[in-house]
């Protein structure tokens, strides 16, 4: 993964993750997606998350579109889409790949659920990521 991407990453994560404030969970929401994720996790680290990802491209991707989603308690908060090699340095070769992000987690009440999808420029999906966070405690 090139700097422009992580930092992308980390910028996005840092918006979700700013809401956090119990240990949110991490998950692939696309099993079908063209791209393999081989691990994924989302640790706690006191007052910080860290996401880490490595995933498996099949096919070389040359263009296609990032969607960042976030709703907190079923109201959108973030929904945003850019040219996926805005975020990622194009072309996306065959083999293994690795993302580590971390972020702050600050206190917020309610059900936050946000998700990442990547997408050929035919409208594959390539990844897919759905972070959630359940917290019942109020706001500080």
């Known amino acids: 993964m ?3 991407m992580l930092l ?6 840092a918006s979700i ?3 956090f404030a119990a240990s949110p969970t991490v998950a ?4 079908k997606s063209v791209f393999q ?12 998350s860290t996401l880490k990802m490595t995933y498996t491209v099949p096919t070389e991707i040359t263009d296609g579109l990032v969607k960042y989603s976030c ?13 996926l ?4 340095k194009c072309p996306i070769v065959v083999g293994k790949h ?17 998700s990442i999808k990547w997408q050929s420029a035919a409208s594959e999906p390539l990844l897919c990521i759905k972070i959630t966070n359940v917290n019942s405690e109020c706001s500080q």
């Open 85 to 88: 090699c805005d975020d990622l």
């Open 17 to 19: 993750f700013s809401v």
């Open 2 to 4: 090139d700097c422009r």
């Open 8 to 13: 992308r990453v980390s910028l996005i994560l």
């Open 98 to 114: 690795e993302a580590i992000s971390e972020s702050a987690n600050p206190t917020v009440t309610g059900t936050l659920i946000c």
């Open 28 to 31: 692939n929401c696309d099993p």
């Open 71 to 83: 709703t907190l308690n079923g109201i959108p908060v973030l929904s945003e889409s850019k040219p």
């Open 37 to 48: 994720i081989d691990s994924l996790s989302l640790t706690p680290n006191g007052a910080n």
